[in-house]
């Protein structure tokens, strides 16, 4: 008979109090005067420096370091399973003459999903100067048939101290004389370093922006994979409802978000265009635009060039350039009939362009100075915590618990801008932050409404033309978008 193992639970930060701690430092002007959210009380290590009037660059650090490596059990690619899974890959570990503790967790609910109890299988414990005990292990039970991974404990969500390294940049609209700007770099289709972003502009300071598409062709993994809107052109479309942060002049506003785009031949026939600047779907009508930087995807299906006015200029199979001052539909499967029966050479075809902010249910204006950078999770709603993983495509225990790098962007009551990034997976100097730990830090930066953008390795902060965070894949990542803060001109 096989014996259960006890299962230990593991304390999740977000329902246990730590004891207070003294303060580690007084408060830096411009920065909250109140204990730091994350990890034991106290005030963070800050430092603060003006970048123009109106705009001010913060660093804090906060906490110190105690975790260490454990070595878990992982089953299909996770490391969290079933109780039943557990008991079994319990039982294997045994097998292989080491003991194995069950650890239950719960992850906890979201706005818009529920929470789940889940189990890790670990063995040991070591400290950071220990890794390579933890890796022997991994390989002893490899060689039993178990696969299994070296982790840090201060990744996975639980009660930590830390420690934090925090870079935030405030935005004070009322000094302010430069803009706010979204930038795709030279081509939608393309990732490139926020950096270069930055320098071609000529910016201030630059974070990276939303999520991009890296199971696409590889010739279009820049592909936003939600709205996109550059100096008043929608260049990606958004999947309808998703939160995003919309850009006008020195003015930011978080909400959700949908887009439509319609085509109509001069025969009074109409399309949907249900895709912008990436690769299509069966049945698909897709536009391009000259932004794209490359040339249109090459599949069965044909395309339609049109000028400036509207009129079909050429008919052509796909996999053609998209040359300045043009678009391309393009179409495949049924939308391929479309344009064969309605978008001759020579007629003409209106294309028709919104983009609705739907806590107002009102168009947005799509002028020069609008610029909106989607992609990412609900934070914070009105001053409290709203995170919606399930609505933005995230609702899994490594997004939602895990601690990873982050990239954070929100604004006040007053309209001033906040944007953040907290560095990871740098086990003993800076451990990153969930879900539920980001929406904190951004309350307590004084965010009535927050979004977190894109993460990981893609979190990036640049101040001039210098990177000055610690970017976890060990050096800049070329991204998808970024947010640019650019100087009066």
């Known amino acids: 008979m096989r014996r259960r193992l006890v299962v230990g639970a593991a304390l999740l930060a977000l329902t246990t109090t730590i004891p207070s701690a003294p303060a580690a430092a007084e408060p830096v002007a411009g920065l909250p005067t109140t204990s730091f959210p994350l990890g034991e009380p106290g005030i963070p290590k800050s430092a603060a420096k003006s970048l123009a009037p109106g705009v001010s660059y913060f660093t804090l650090r906060h906490g110190t370091p105690q975790d260490g490596y454990t070595v878990s059990v992982v089953v299909k690619g996770k490391d969290f399973m079933s109780e039943a899974n557990a008991q079994a890959q319990a039982t294997a570990v045994q097998m292989a003459g080491l003991e194995p503790v069950i650890v239950k967790f719960t992850r906890p609910a979201v706005a ?88 071609a502009a000529k910016a201030l300071a630059a974070v990276n922006g939303g999520f991009f598409d890296i199971h696409t062709l590889p010739a279009f993994r820049g592909d936003p994979t939600g709205i996109s809107v550059v100096g008043g052109k929608l260049l990606s479309e958004a999947v309808a ?126 002028t020069p100075e609008t610029n909106i950078i989607g992609g990412a999770i609900g934070l914070v709603r009105n001053g409290r915590t709203s995170i919606t993983a399930a609505r933005d495509g995230m609702a899994n225990t490594n997004m939602i618990l895990r601690r990873h790098p982050r990239t954070l962007a929100g604004v006040t009551r007053d309209g001033k801008l906040l944007v953040a990034v907290v560095d990871g997976r740098a086990p003993g100097s800076t451990i990153g932050a969930s879900f539920f730990e980001a929406a904190e830090l951004m309350r307590w930066l004084g965010a009535r409404d927050a979004i977190n953008l894109d993460g990981g390795g893609s979190t990036t902060m640049v101040i001039g033309k210098k990177v000055v965070n610690r970017p976890s894949d060990g050096a800049e990542r070329a991204v998808g978008d970024a947010l640019l803060i650019v100087g009066a001109r």
């Open 112 to 199: 818009d999903h529920p929470a789940g109890d889940y189990f890790m299988v670990r063995v040991g414990s070591w400290p950071l100067d220990q890794k390579a005990e933890a890796a022997a292990v991994v390989k002893q039970l490899k060689d039993a048939g178990v696969s299994a991974k070296v982790d840090f404990q201060g990744d996975d969500g639980f009660v930590t101290t830390g420690p934090w390294s925090v870079r935030v940049i405030v935005v004070d609209p009322r000094a302010f004389r430069g803009s706010y700007q979204a930038s795709l770099g030279t081509s939608v289709a393309k990732r490139e370093k926020v950096s270069a972003m930055a320098s």
């Open 241 to 366: 409802g998703r939160v995003g942060l919309v850009l006008r002049g020195r003015t930011a506003r978080v909400t959700e978000l949908s887009s439509s785009v319609a085509a109509r031949a001069a025969d009074g026939a109409t399309a949907e265009v249900t895709g912008l600047n990436r690769v299509p779907k069966p049945d698909e009508l897709v536009m391009y635009t000259e932004e794209l930087g490359r040339d249109t995807p090459k599949d069965d299906g044909i395309e339609v060039v049109l000028d400036a006015s509207g009129r079909v200029t050429a008919v052509r199979a796909s996999g053609g350039p998209v040359t300045p001052g043009t678009r391309v539909l393009h179409g495949v499967g049924a939308a391929a009939g479309w344009l064969s029966q309605h978008a001759g050479e020579g007629t003409a075809v209106t294309v028709t362009t919104r983009v609705t902010d739907l806590r107002t249910n009102k168009a947005i204006p799509l």
